[in-house]
């Protein structure tokens, strides 16, 4: 299984509704991360987990909660979102390996609209 | 100055043609360098990875990377309509976080 697989592809919510993303991967890989992409701009980074540790959080606001249950999986928690959150989010992951080659595989996304 | 710069396009070309991207960037560090393509509401797809300075090769594609000019091209030779899409050019020193440029849409016409 050589892909990352992201669920729901699309999802419309309120600001006031509570909504998981899920992220999975069985490449062995020790890396995984969450981007967020605007529209005709590149992923902007939000997290990432290395051995299912959070190792970079890139001041992202906390009505966004990211959990690592175990190496193979990775949700992303919404809370409270406001509308300019609408943005198609990514997760990909990577061996690990932040010395050698480290490439980051993309999961196709979960196009997520705010109310 | 942003740290990665590229030409966001768009790009047009005939079908066949020989379709060259580029980016500069300015961080010294940068050692590991990937290029990725990107359908309209996909995720990126990663096409080449390359370390440090030099060519490689891939099938109908060709990186290049000149680490002394901070400058790195991706090279597409007989380009086909399913090439249409926007190419993300992207780079990391020895940590895991990646800086990626704005991204090339570029359209091969048949």
């Known amino acids: 299984d050589t892909e990352v697989t992201q669920t729901p592809k699309h999802l419309v919510m309120g600001m006031t509704n509570k909504k998981s993303l899920k992220c999975e991967q069985h490449?062995?890989?020790?890396?995984m991360y969450w981007y967020k992409q605007k529209a005709k701009k590149p992923p902007e980074l939000m997290f990432v987990?290395?051995?299912?540790?959070?190792?970079i959080n890139e001041s992202v606001p906390s009505r966004f909660s990211p959990e690592c249950p175990n190496s193979s999986l990775l949700n992303l928690h919404l809370h409270a979102l406001q509308p300019e959150d609408s943005a198609l989010y990514l997760c990909?992951?990577?061996?690990?390996?932040?010395?050698?080659?480290?490439?980051?595989?993309f999961g196709p996304g979960t196009r997520l609209t705010v109310l | 100055q942003k740290e990665v710069e590229q030409d966001p396009g768009p790009l047009s070309v005939p079908e066949g043609a020989i379709v060259s991207l580029n980016c500069t960037y300015s961080?010294?560090?940068?050692?590991?360098f990937m290029w990725y393509r990107q359908y309209s509401r996909k995720g990126p797809e990663l096409l080449m990875y390359?370390?440090?300075?030099g060519n490689k090769e891939d099938g109908r594609f060709t990186a290049q990377v000149d680490k002394s000019s901070k400058y790195i091209s991706l090279f597409i030779r007989d380009s086909q309509p399913s090439d249409s899409a926007t190419y993300l050019c992207?780079?990391?020193?020895?940590?895991?976080?990646?800086?990626f440029g704005t991204g090339t849409k570029l359209q091969v016409i048949p």
């Open positions: 992207a780079m990391r020193g020895r940590g895991q976080k990646v800086t």
């Open positions: 987990y290395s051995y299912e540790k959070l190792s």
């Open positions: 390359t370390y440090s300075s």
């Open positions: 961080n010294s560090a940068f050692q590991y």
């Open positions: 490449m062995g890989h020790r890396a």
């Open positions: 990909a992951s990577s061996p690990g390996l932040a010395d050698s080659y480290n490439e980051q595989f």
